[in-house]
T-cell receptor, first 113, second 114 residues
Framework: KNQVEQSPQSLIILEGKNCTLQ??????????LRWYKQDTGRGPVSLTI?????NTKSNGRYTATLDADTKQSSLHITASQLSDSASYIC????????????FGKGTKLSVKP | NAGVTQTPKFRVLKTGQSMTLLCAQD?????MYWYRQDPGMGLRLIHY???????AKGEVPDGYNVSRLKKQNFLLGLESAAPSQTSVYFC?????????????FGAGSRLTVL
């Protein structure tokens, strides 16, 4: 069964610190992996998309990595800001899966002053 | 630059009532989707559309109907609401459905069924 597992479920860090969120997936055949940021009460917003051949992709202070062999991805946030407080969702697309993305449950990040 | 707009943002229904959620996008996207988001679960696809006049079932389609009469609009209907349909509903759109396409989401519609 295609699944996306994220860890930790929640995380509290101090402003200015770095953190890493994890995503493991069992989706096959793999097409691409996305990270979304969802602020409370808002819709998800895309941070990065990585295909099979991409190992890392950055978007400002966000850096995503992908290891297609071990089926793992991570999202690293550098020098966290209060505005980084949100849920971060890992989403995997299977090749040929018209219309269907597999969403993780998300990691809820709280950045405290 | 509106993107994806959902109406209404909040709605309370009684069991058995019907309602329609409207999604409108101004990006000329071909594909549109309806998801539901429940506590402790990832977003789940209800229905989607690959173009005007077309619709297809997603992972959890039961109890919902959809229509895509115009390219920019995607309607989600509940004919007889049930408490199990209490959820936050998100509409999304994209240029294409395959490959590394970016989904643009609306702000969500929170529905409570009593």
């Amino acid at each position: 069964k295609n699944q996306v597992e994220q860890s930790p479920q929640s995380l509290i860090i101090l402003e200015g610190k770095n953190c890493t969120l994890q995503c493991n997936y069992t989706v096959s055949p793999f097409s691409n992996l996305r990270w979304y940021k969802q602020d409370t009460g808002r819709g998800p917003v895309s941070l990065t998309i990585m295909t099979f051949s991409e190992n890392t992709k950055s978007n400002g202070r966000y850096t995503a990595t992908l290891d297609a062999d071990t089926k793992q991805s991570s999202l690293h946030i550098t020098a966290s800001q209060l505005s980084d407080s949100a849920s971060y969702i890992c989403v995997v697309s299977a090749r040929g899966s018209q219309g269907n993305l597999i969403f993780g449950k998300g990691t809820k990040l709280s950045v405290k002053p | 630059n509106a993107g994806v707009t959902q109406t209404p943002k909040f709605r309370v229904l009684k069991t058995g009532q019907s309602m329609t959620l409207l999604c409108a996008q101004d990006m000329n996207h071909e594909y549109m989707y309806w998801y539901r988001q429940d506590p402790g679960m990832g977003l789940r696809l209800i229905h989607y559309s690959v173009g005007e006049g077309t619709t297809a079932k997603g992972e959890v389609p039961d109890g919902y109907n959809v229509s895509r009469l115009k390219k920019q609009n995607f309607l989600l209907g509940l004919e007889s609401a049930a408490p199990s349909q209490t959820s936050v509903y998100f509409c999304a759109s994209s240029l294409r459905v395959s490959g590394a396409n970016v989904l643009t989401f609306g702000a969500g519609s929170r529905l409570t069924v009593l």
